[in-house]
């Protein structure tokens, strides 16, 4: 949850070559990752936010750290490896992003799973309400059930 700037990865890179490998980016800030990758397409740029996840690739991403792949692993593949864009995902990351990332994805997860365990949070993380889990459930569902989808 700190940023960091492009010309601080650049400095960091240069006192610490044989650590600095790589960057995961989930800033969810567009131009700062156009510009990273731009700046250090030589690291290995992983993308946390899926909204940007396939057009990070196609401009030399090498993949994800992907809060979503622990439900939806066939649809971030596809972005993470070919860069194919997903607007199901993409639309379903802004549904998502109403809550607490890490309790929004593990209420995911517990409903596709049937697995009332993976509700449960460790503090400080707090689990989302009834209501909420309802809400992404409606919002998936609408998304990824649909017969358009």
């Known amino acids: 949850m700190v940023p960091l700037t492009v010309s601080l990865i650049a400095r960091l890179r240069t006192a610490f070559p044989a650590v600095v490998a790589g960057v ?21 740029i992983l993308i946390g936010d899926e909204r940007h996840l396939a057009k ?31 607007a199901r995902v993409e639309g379903f990351v802004a549904e998502l ?28 993380l707090v689990s989302i309400s009834t209501e909420g889990q309802e809400q992404l459930a409606l919002a998936f569902d609408a998304l990824f059930r649909s017969k358009a989808a």
């Open 24 to 44: 995961k980016d989930s800033s969810g800030d567009w131009p700062f990752t156009e510009s990273l990758l731009q700046a250090h397409g030589d690291l290995i």
């Open 56 to 86: 990070g690739v196609r401009l030399g991403g090498q993949g994800a750290i992907s809060g979503m792949a622990n439900f939806l692993p066939g649809e971030v593949k596809l972005m993470a490896q070919e860069g194919r864009d997903d």
């Open 97 to 124: 992003l109403k809550y607490p990332v890490t309790a929004a994805v593990k209420a995911m997860v517990a409903r596709l799973s049937d697995d009332e365990m993976w509700l449960a949070v460790r503090p400080p």
